[in-house]
């Protein structure tokens, strides 16, 4: 009977620490045959099998970001992102002041901010750096009231579940669309503040963002005559009347550009202004120095923190839906591909292979072997036959476990969780390593506690998938319409979904073996 030996708790914790401080060793590629290694700390690699699959329509509401616009990427070409939003009252029944007061709705202004930060010049001017802003050529913009209704239940469920809105839907929303409210030929994301002037009341500065006007008369007929109406009482209500606006995008040329933005902050919000309600010693409303009566600002917001939702249009080359197709679960790929929307993600099977040739699964020899791991890496090199514009390359590679929806080990003990979120877990998933001429060369992705627990802990070898993420930090996962694995990889992280960018790897079948995906091993054999 074989006696398995448990490890102590401080052996794993010295593990641990031995994988951060290898962490920027290099390797040696060795012979892999168990049987004759020696009782020292060589290194060691193992084949890996990856192939890649299109992931299809996946679920858009209740996304922590949300993107729009029109993107063309190098490899795998243009796709354009369609925004729908319900619209709620930021307070029920609201009152738009009295009669008395004279009342008038001045303007209304949505907003929707970029991600940015702020400083100041010499001249102690804000000045704005945009994030999350890709490619810089014009869109056509077009703002509609939509009248679909965006339920919050499942119908089908019996309203037991929360009903889900999925990537593929424009088909349904856009025979939905109402009234066009604003529409922009030639837009393109700025990162000045916008001004609007209010005439003898107020100057409105907003920082960087969709900042529109919308046209009065719509809100004065659609909103400000309804006060006391019981469209208004409650939002329940409200968001059956208003149904929400549908931001429409089409290309204007080859390029175009995307952002990605936090909708919670967005709104429209009315500026209405009232004659003052404060009077003199006389009984006499106040006025200015020309002996006008004083009129007040006010403002009701309407706000974007109910559903939302992401649709998508894309059109995929030939080469590389042919490429993908060529994949093959049980010998891998010569490439892999990832890209982000509902895009394509990379299956990774780790073991599973007899690679000395003595009749063995590779796991189950190490286990038998009982190795130490220092460290565990793959590494993914660019095909850069595929991938030739720096600039549009992405800089994270988000691995996890497809059976249950989760991150790996090795993601919940990385020191560097609370560093912004391009250099965040950049221990367990390494940014894109780039050359002097700026290209990317490869992803190091490490896995050490990962394997560590397979060989040790006897954890199940679960197939891994591989996206692009435009935020490893966030790992909520959203529905698939459809899973791409039998036992599972039926959900995908949600910073995929948002992320505009993709890449080409080199596969386990690559033409150059030097590229080839490998897992490198760091270990100690116990005497």
Not at 329 to 343: C, H, P, W
Not at 382 to 391: A, E, F, G, L, R
Not at 444 to 451: D, E, G, P, R, S
Request: charged share 25%.
């Amino acid at each position: 009977m074989k006696v398995t030996q448990r490890i102590p708790h401080f052996v794993w914790v010295l593990v641990v620490i031995l994988g951060f401080a290898s962490c920027d060793e290099s390797f040696t590629t060795l012979d892999t045959d168990l049987i004759d290694q020696n009782y020292t700390t060589p290194d060691t690699v193992f084949s890996v099998r990856a192939y890649s699959r299109f992931v299809g329509p996946v679920q858009t509401n209740n996304q922590l970001s949300y993107k729009l616009g029109h993107y063309n990427d190098p490899l795998y070409g243009p796709h354009t992102a369609d925004f729908l939003t319900q619209v709620v009252l930021s307070a029920n029944n609201p009152a738009f002041s009295v009669d008395s007061l004279n009342p008038s709705l001045e303007k209304v202004i949505l907003t929707l901010p970029y991600y940015s930060t702020s400083d100041t010049d010499d001249d102690d001017n804000t000045v704005y750096d945009l994030d999350s802003v890709y490619g810089s050529e014009p869109i056509k913009l077009s703002i509609y009231e939509s009248n679909y209704f965006l339920r919050d239940f499942d119908p089908a469920t019996g309203f037991a579940d929360p009903q889900q809105y999925f990537s593929n839907q424009r088909q349904d929303f856009e025979p939905q669309l109402g009234e066009l409210l604003v529409e922009i030929p030639e837009f393109v994301a700025s990162d000045l503040a916008d001004e609007f002037i209010i005439e003898d009341l107020d100057t409105l500065s907003f920082a960087p963002g969709i900042n529109l006007e919308l046209p009065r008369e719509f809100f004065q007929e659609k909103i400000w005559d309804q006060q006391d109406q019981e469209v208004l009482l409650n939002n329940n209500n409200f968001k059956n009347y208003f149904r929400g606006l549908y931001f429409k995008v089409e290309a204007v040329n080859d390029n175009g550009h995307q952002i990605i933005f936090d909708p919670t902050q967005g709104k429209i919000s009315m500026y209405y202004s009232a004659e003052t309600s404060t009077f003199d010693d006389s009984g006499n409303q106040s006025t200015d120095d020309d002996g006008e009566i004083i009129r007040e600002l006010f403002t009701y917001d309407l706000n974007f923190s109910a559903i939302k939702v992401n649709v998508f249009q894309h059109e995929w080359p030939t080469e590389v839906i042919d490429d993908v197709a060529q994949g093959d679960s049980i010998q891998g790929a010569q490439t892999l591909y990832v890209d982000g929307n509902d895009g394509i993600a990379t299956i990774i099977e780790l073991f599973g292979n007899d690679d000395n040739q003595n009749g063995l699964d590779d796991l189950q020899e190490l286990r038998d072997e009982g190795w130490l791991v220092n460290e565990a890496n793959l590494i993914f090199y660019v095909d850069q036959d595929k991938i030739t514009n720096p600039s549009q390359e992405p800089e994270r590679l988000l691995v996890f476990d497809t059976k249950n929806s989760g991150i790996l080990a090795d993601y919940s003990i990385d020191l560097t969780s609370n560093l912004p979120p391009i250099d965040a877990i950049t221990n367990h998933l390494g940014r894109l390593v780039r050359g002097s001429d700026d290209r990317g060369e490869y992803y190091k992705i490490k896995l050490t506690a990962h394997v560590s627990n397979l060989i040790n802990r006897d954890s199940t070898n679960v197939s891994l998938g591989m996206v692009v993420s435009q935020n490893v930090s966030y790992v909520g996962f959203f529905d698939m319409e459809a899973p791409l694995l039998p036992d599972g990889f039926d959900r995908i992280p949600g910073g995929a979904i948002v992320a505009p960018q993709g890449t080409a790897l080199h596969g386990n079948l690559a033409a150059d073996p030097e590229k080839r995906l490998r897992l490198e091993l760091y270990y100690t054999k116990p005497e």
